[in-house]
């Protein structure tokens, strides 16, 4: 039986063995009972993770590819599919910290990383292999090209290591891009607890208009008048740590 891939699901299936060796081993291993891996195709990284202590669960929602993995593991059953990652209720691993990896769809890669965010409190590490790009901006620093709302919304909750480049060849079919590995290990700030909405607000606002000063670029928002005169406003967003944000979206909610 083969799985035809399907462009619709932007599916490209890794077949480079030693790559997906490499990609599971970004797993620390340690601090979870669950793994789930998203969008396991014809099963290249899957093979390496049933191997672990972890309980595995897939979000797939290719049929073709289902049954594919029920038929050449007899490890996976119908309970071990989870549906569609982006719907999925962490309240089904019963609070149990939960691991994540996959080759992901580069199609839907930004929504993955913000799935994650919203469920950080349950899930402490991811490993992922996404288009170049998007790995580059997800682990991006302050005053680059690259630093931008990915990066600072990702960087809050996570820290975010970029592991190795994949080059197109070794899918089939080949990407026209070249992919990028990282590992995202959770390292909640605590001062951005209670402040999520504002911060996410101030960080996408600030970047909309990342050329101009925050003092401007942050009008719409109207800002508190006891920190009109602060030292970030006369920064541009790309210039602001993940910290300055936090910093900043605390000052800015405080009456004084």
Do not use: C
Not at 154 to 164: E, G, M, N, P, S
Request: proline share 4%; no cysteine; hydrophobic share 40%.
């Amino acid at each position: 039986m083969t799985v035809k891939a399907k462009k619709h699901l932007g599916q490209h299936f890794l077949t480079d063995e030693n790559i997906a060796s490499k990609i599971v081993e970004g797993l620390s291993g340690t601090g979870y009972e669950n793994i789930v891996e998203v969008g396991p195709g014809t099963g290249v990284l899957t093979k390496y993770l049933l191997q672990k202590p972890q309980k595995l669960f897939l979000a797939e929602i290719d049929n073709e590819s289902i049954a594919f993995l029920k038929s050449n593991y007899d490890k996976i059953i119908d309970d071990t599919f989870v549906g569609d990652f982006l719907k999925v209720d962490f309240s089904i691993f019963n609070l149990q910290q939960t691991a994540i990896i996959g080759n992901f769809p580069y199609n839907i890669s930004s929504q993955i990383l913000f799935k994650i965010i919203d469920n950080f409190s349950l899930i402490p590490e991811m490993v992922g292999m996404f288009q170049k790009e998007v790995a580059e901006r997800t682990s991006a620093v302050p005053r680059t090209k690259d630093y931008g709302i990915l990066s600072v919304m990702v960087q809050a909750y996570y820290d975010v290591k970029y592991l190795f480049t994949v080059h197109e060849n070794v899918f089939n079919p080949p990407p026209k891009v070249k992919s990028g590995v990282i590992q995202m290990l959770r390292n909640p700030k605590e001062g951005l607890i209670g402040h999520e909405v504002l911060f996410k607000n101030i960080v996408k606002t600030g970047f909309n208009q990342r050329r101009k000063k925050l003092s401007n670029a942050l009008k719409s928002l109207i800002i508190p008048e006891h920190i009109i005169g602060h030292p970030f406003l006369d920064k541009r967003a790309e210039e602001l740590s993940v910290e300055d944000f936090i910093v900043f979206t605390r000052l800015w909610q405080s009456k004084s």
